[in-house]
């Protein structure tokens, strides 16, 4: 059984939980319930979520998130859209600040009288009963123009299996198949996903969908907000897939009005593989953002930043991915959120950084005329702030004028004293 909140019902309802979302408009703070903030969606990530939907040419009918939580993403998708949207949500007072929140968004954007607010509900139920949710809306008179789904996962799973996952795939794809509007390119689904599946539970999740919808088109999409993590893997399929597009990189940008950075590839693109070479001075290293490795989508980034052929890739695990080239990158301000790092090798050091070689990095850093050098390479955390404070201080005390950071080679114990490309050029 489904039960609609109605909009009076959320007008007068209180919950205690409240916060402003700190990427939302200021004063448009968000209620949730039983912890449900952390499970939300930021309202940035949600709302160019949104906005890429602008791309698809869906359906008529009711956007539907059937597990909708806080209903952050699916008010996103509401509002940019303005259509009319179906939240279900199994636990009543979750349901609840959904609701309230539609209300909170709708009188922030001055947008009460518009169909995406008053012609939305919110039910309380069980989002895999696909039957019993149309009939409270009304029967089937309109279908589903899209589907959305954030499925509830245990806080700390290590093994991300799907049948973790509640409401589970399979069971909500059966349950809604029959009512979706009719579209050329098949039912429009959107899966939020764990940012930690493997490329088998990918594959995985791609059965379920080809067991229910054969072959229906599908863009796998890598959300990061920096610090080199991914933050959603999203997959979105049919009458939402993006255009050609097999993969996509967005980089959610850290200020919040600027659009993000978005790199896509209409192909399947083959695994990176490192090559081993010696260390050259001269050459340049680039220290690139680890979840643009993540996506596999590195290598169509390069062939925009890069005119090189024969780059190599020295690291592609782990935190500090690491890339070789001879000529330096051709960088706009949006890239630079990709690169932590890009110089010219000028010295080659025979030795690891320890407690005894930080003086002789500072000499190498010294004739080198450098002001500061960043250490750009894996070190005992207990260790690192000392050898970076004595980097730090040794150096302000000097005249050096060029920026520059420290790799490891990694063949062994080189080091790697580069200078910052916009320096050494
Ligand atoms: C990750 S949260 C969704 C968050 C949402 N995307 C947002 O932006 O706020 C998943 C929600 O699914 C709900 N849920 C789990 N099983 C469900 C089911 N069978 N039917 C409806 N909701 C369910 C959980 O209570 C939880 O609130």
Redesign the pocket.
């Known amino acids: 059984m489904h039960r609609i909140i109605s909009q009076d019902e959320a007008g007068g309802a209180t919950l205690t939980e409240r916060s402003q979302d700190p990427t939302a408009p200021k004063g448009m703070e968000f209620h949730h319930a039983k912890q449900?903030r952390p499970?939300?969606?930021p309202w940035q990530v949600?709302t160019i979520r949104s906005f890429m939907l602008t791309e698809t040419n869906l359906a008529d009918g009711w956007l539907l998130?059937?597990?909708?939580?806080?209903?952050?993403?699916l008010i996103a998708h509401a509002s940019v859209l303005n259509r009319r949207a179906v939240g279900?949500?199994?636990?009543e007072e979750?349901a609840m600040a959904s609701a309230m929140n539609f209300l909170t968004v709708a009188q922030h954007q001055d947008a009460e009288g518009l169909p995406w607010y008053g012609e939305s509900r919110i039910l309380v139920g069980?989002?895999?009963d696909a039957a019993g949710a149309m009939e409270a809306l009304g029967g089937h008179k309109e279908g589903i123009a899209l589907l959305h789904l954030?499925?509830?996962r245990p806080r700390n799973s290590r093994t991300h299996d799907l049948s973790e996952m509640?409401?589970p795939l399979d069971e909500v794809f059966r349950s809604w198949a029959p009512y979706f509007s009719e579209h050329p390119k098949g039912p429009a689904l959107l899966l939020?996903l764990s940012p930690r599946l493997t490329e088998k539970q990918r594959m995985e999740v791609e059965a379920l969908v080809d067991a229910v919808w054969p072959q229906i088109e599908r863009t796998w999409v890598w959300t990061s907000r920096g610090r080199g993590r991914v933050d959603r893997l999203a997959l979105w399929l049919g009458a939402a897939a993006l255009g050609p597009d097999k993969r996509r990189f967005v980089r959610v940008p850290p200020q919040l009005g600027d659009g993000a950075l978005i790199i896509s590839s209409t192909r399947h693109t083959p695994p990176l593989e490192c090559l081993f070479h010696p260390p050259h001075r001269g050459e340049f290293v680039s220290i690139l953002d680890a979840a643009l490795i993540e996506s596999g989508l590195a290598v169509s980034w390069l062939s925009e930043v890069s005119a090189e052929i024969m780059t190599r890739w020295a690291v592609i695990e782990g935190r500090r991915p690491q890339l070789h080239h001879k000529a330096p990158l051709r960088l706009d301000k949006a890239d630079n959120l990709l690169v932590q790092a890009t110089g010219k090798v000028v010295e080659l050091l025979p030795f690891d950084l320890d407690d005894a070689t930080v003086d002789r990095v500072v000499e190498a850093a010294l004739e080198n005329n450098m002001a500061s050098v960043k250490i750009r390479m894996d070190t005992p955390p207990e260790k690192q702030p000392r050898w970076q404070g004595s980097l730090d201080r040794q150096l302000a005390r000097r005249h050096g004028t060029k920026e520059g950071f420290l790799v490891r080679h990694p063949g062994g114990d080189v080091l790697l004293l580069c200078v910052c490309h916009s320096e050494s050029s």
Not at 65 to 73: L, M, V, Y
Not at 88 to 91: A, F
């Open positions: 449900g499970l939300s969606t949600a998130d059937c597990a909708c939580g806080s209903g952050i993403q279900i949500e199994l636990d979750r069980d989002g895999t954030d499925p509830a509640q409401p939020d």
